[in-house]
């Protein structure tokens, strides 16, 4: 079987402003990392040899269909509008519509330098390849919306970073690359006509049934606000919320410096560039409502009425809050069994976090412990977990499938910060049977398995991964 990539572009025929079209760079000599078989089956590609998947997938052969390019977007950087940034390091290879009738965007990273470059270089090292490949397939596997892994590929070819590391290509897969970014970029500029077009296009792509500007920015609130309590219910920290990393169709993208948390810490932050703890554990709801702020803003140019349309997207802002806290209650709710959740049970959860707090217990242990004896270990002050955990019994007494809801809820394991830079530490070896076995086990984080009994453990004082690094 030769390979083939049934390619259906439409961002290609958006006007020549909205990208720069360029082949990717060579690289010397391509090696297969590795190949995402059930994405690409769903993606309806047909999968060639390896040699060819490493020659399509370092973009040194371009795909029959393919129309590679950059896409242009702008965004707030910790709070800072930057007027261009772009794909600096990315080149959007197509588009395909797959099995299930979703159309996606099929996007090499690390594949050389753009337009849009600035002063990088445009590669990757493998470092933050492999990162994403895993973190973005487990979200996927813990049932969270995200961008997805196709490919991983050796450049043979090295990057100079705070040393030399070997170079590497990521195939990420995404329903579309369109961000807040991608609106303020024309809106900024004042250019009403391609910021139209840029609706349009997005409105008809994700959201078909929104009416207008309003109605596609109260969607995209919609699955942000679906989004972000996700996030949380899993522990995990983006780190790089700026506003060309938040994707208008809902999905988590760019996974820099981001980190599962261990012990629970609500305002935990790891990206070691984010020092004044903008997009902490428990700031990511106020920042995803300043990210929509922001899109909001960009959109408002295109309502007709001016004095109207500012009330309007202000209100439509200021319903996020409370649709975030609802969809937190929920999700919070099922981690505590609770499929019915009530709003007094919002002080039930709080009382457990507090407690989780107080005691550093870790986040994901602690969870998938609740019911079990195992439990009380994670606190300082079993007897006062007692007391919760009475409390907890009268209230889910009248609730029905409870251990389904908790098992539903609650991964066993996630992709701890130690294991993955462990699994990096081997890969820059050579040794890539950790990224295999961590791709494994993730992929189903919400069975027991023995053989995987070690990737629950916390860090010892040794492996405690405090920063995190975006993957520049
Ligand atoms: P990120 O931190 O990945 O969201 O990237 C922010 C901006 O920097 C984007 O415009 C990227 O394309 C650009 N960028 C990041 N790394 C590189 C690189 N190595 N070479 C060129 N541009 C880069
Ligand atoms: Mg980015």
Known sequence: MT????????????????????????????????????LADILRISVGDKAKLAQVFSGNELSEGAEPLAQLYSGHQFGQYNPQLGDGRALLLGETVGKDGIRRDIQLKGSGRTPYSRGGDGRAWLGPILREYII???????????????????????????????????????????????????????????LHQLLDYAIQRHYPKADGALGFLLAVIREQADLIPKWMGIGFIHGVMNTDNCQ???????????????????????????????????????????????LATALVPLMPN?????????EAIHSMSTLIKKNWLRVFSAKIGISNPKAEDELLINKLLTQMDESKADFTNTFAALGSNAIRNEFMEPEKFDIWEKEWHDRISDERHVDETLRGANPIIIPRNHRIEEMVRAALIGDFSVFERLSKAYSAPFIENSD??????????????????CGT
């Open 3 to 38: 390979l083939q990539i049934p390619f259906d572009n439409t961002y290609a025929a958006l006007p020549g402003l909205f990208y720069s079209k360029l082949l990717a760079t060579k690289s010397a000599n391509p090696q297969l990392i590795s190949f995402n078989h059930s």
């Open 136 to 194: 973005s397939e487990a979200m996927s596997a813990l049932n969270i919306p995200t961008t997805r892994a196709l490919a991983a590929v050796l450049t043979g070819e090295q990057v100079l970073r705070e040393t030399v590391y070997p170079g590497a290509v990521l195939t990420r897969v995404a329903k579309s690359h369109i961000r807040v970014g991608t609106f303020q970029v024309f809106s900024a500029r004042r250019d009403w006509k391609s």
């Open 248 to 294: 208008i169709a809902g999905e988590t993208i760019d996974y820099g410096p981001c980190a599962f948390m261990d012990h629970y810490d609500p305002l935990k932050v790891f990206s070691s560039i984010d020092r004044f703890g903008r997009y902490a554990f428990n700031n990511q709801p106020n920042i995803i409502i300043w990210n929509m702020a922001q």
């Open 306 to 314: 001016a004095d109207d349309a500012v009330e309007r997207f202000s």
């Open 452 to 469: 995987y009994y070690d990737l629950r453990e916390t860090p010892n004082e040794k492996e405690v991964v405090t920063a995190t690094f």
